[in-house]
């Protein structure tokens, strides 16, 4: 009797380890392999180096300072924007490798809505940009937003209407309050200005 409940034992025995090899396999084939990479509501991998960033060409000082020279109406929300304003922003973004972004790839939040603030992609259905306002006139356009990321940074892109592109786009630490706020800025030259802002 002593010798069957011995041998009983050993195959359970044999069995628990055999399970507990098994199940130790899994955990480390689990946790050994990279976590699944976050994505934005833009389809582009948070990171990545092809990310979409805003292109456009340098001008002086001189020039920047008049860039929002004219009376603007303000708009407060994306539907407010004309789409002969948001089209040719939209247009205007790249990534690195030169790849256009295509209709719908650029969402901006309105004020108050919940975006992507930070790198911690919480909710990856949400836009990485947060409309701050925009301004309107017969010949030029602006959008002043928020770009999520660590940190976080307001951008400001200026389109020229008549000749159909992007011309200026900054990169500040700080949101304005309003258009004067933002000549403010840009007299003062507190707005970042390279040819490829990734960050906004």
Known sequence: MQVKSKAILSVVAAGIGIFAMFFGFRVRKYYSQPPPQPQSQRGELLGDPDRFGLRTIS?????????LDGDFKIARRMNEIPNSCTRIFESSFVTNSGSHAKSGQIILANP?????ASDYIANPELPFRRLEFAGLSTAKCF???QSGGKPSSFCLAVVDLANQKTVWVGESAKAAESPDDLRRMLFQGQFRHVAWLPVC
């Open 59 to 67: 001008v002086s000082d001189e020039v920047r300072v008049h860039l």
């Open 112 to 116: 108050g809505e919940a975006f992507q």
């Open 143 to 145: 959008i002043h937003y």
